[in-house]
């Protein structure tokens, strides 16, 4: 019998070994330590925390080689292998970190407008228009409207809310030509594009692209974020207004407890759904923090029912607070029991 030449089997052990070098196109996702929003919140003669407030986080490791999953996968409590955000939602990672910090800005000022009205105040607000937060991939037209552009008006009507958007989207057929007025660079442009060729699951029109509204408000000058831009996205909003909102208050929230939370939030103070929730409870509980703030479950993203599978999974020593608005979150921290 003849014998295999010795070269063959060091190109497969020099195969295997290189292939640890390659991007996989998959994510892993870990429990990240909850950042106290304390430093980074301020507000000029207004309390101080009497306990610690955490923004919650999913530690990543982005199109990462097949070592480290094994490797973070042996050695990591609630780890997840995901498909890469940047393939999954097929943009560059350049244009999620700016969809990120506009995502965060937009937060600040929801926190303030929300905290201010919560308080008894009437700040002014104003809509600039829209940002695009995720495309279709098969979308035709998706490169002619770019991450950093600001939708302002449809059809020559300048948009005046996102209802007025939406309306103006379904009322079209699929395929149907629509034009986009955006601004670009500081120049306002028009843009022809159709609408995606299929119906949602309601029957209802879609445009290929999705939106969020950018919002400009009337600015206290007696809050000052400090340095807070690159700590996350949209999944910060409930948790940076209520630093702020106790922060503003003359009794505590907190009372002395630690209490770590996530989830979105609109400008009308109700609370959204957020991605990574394993992640983050079990992140928070290891952090020793007693209360975990999670979205309520809303048919699409089943937030509290995964947070409490997890605790229950992982016998996690921390307690659920399940709200849908602001004021769920206030009321829940107003009735917790004061820590000695």
């Known amino acids: 019998m003849k014998r295999r030449a010795p070269w063959i089997v060091v190109v497969v052990l020099l195969m295997i070994i290189g292939s640890g070098f390659i991007p996989t196109g ?30 919650t986080y999913v530690a990543s490791l982005e199109n ?21 955000v940047s393939e999954e939602l097929d943009m560059a990672i350049e244009d999620i970190d700016y969809q990120n910090k506009l995502m965060m800005e937009q937060s600040k000022i929801k926190a303030e407008y929300i905290a201010r009205g919560i308080l008894g105040e009437d700040p002014k607000l104003e809509l600039q228009g829209f940002y695009p937060v995720f495309y279709f991939a098969d979308w035709n037209d998706k490169d ?35 034009t986009l007025s955006l601004l670009r660079e500081g120049k306002e442009i028009e843009v022809d594009v159709t609408t995606y060729p299929h119906k949602d699951y309601n ?18 000058e007696n809050i000052e974020w400090q340095n807070i831009e690159n700590l996350g996205g949209p999944s910060a909003g409930l948790m940076i207004t209520l630093t702020l909102l106790d922060k503003m208050m003359e ?33 928070a509980a290891n952090a020793g923090f007693d209360y975990f703030i999670v979205p309520l479950d809303d048919g699409w993203e089943n937030n509290e029912s995964i947070a409490r599978k997890t605790i229950s999974e992982e016998d996690l020593d921390i307690e659920l607070i399940p709200v849908g608005t602001i ?14």
């Open 26 to 55: 998959f994510d892993i996702l870990l429990a990240g330590d909850p950042i106290n929003l304390d430093e980074f919140v301020q507000y000029d003669g207004g309390s101080e925390l009497d306990g610690d407030l955490g923004m």
């Open 144 to 178: 002619a409207v770019k991450v950093t552009d600001l939708l302002v008006g449809m059809d020559g009507e300048k948009l005046e809310s996102y209802e007025h958007l939406d309306q103006l989207i379904v009322e079209k057929e699929p395929g149907e030509m629509l």
């Open 203 to 220: 029957g209802n029109t879609l445009l290929g692209v999705f939106f969020e509204e950018v919002f400009e408000t009337s600015k206290d």
């Open 251 to 283: 009794e505590s929230l907190l009372k002395g407890n630690a209490v770590a939370g996530t989830g979105t939030i609109t400008i009308d103070g109700e609370v959204g759904p957020i991605g990574g929730v394993k992640q983050k409870v079990i992140g």
């Open 64 to 84: 990462t080689i097949w070592p480290y999953m094994i490797i973070t996968k042996l050695l990591e409590e609630g780890v997840e292998i995901v498909p890469s």
């Open 327 to 340: 004021e769920d979150a206030v009321s829940a921290l107003e009735k917790l029991p004061e820590k000695k």
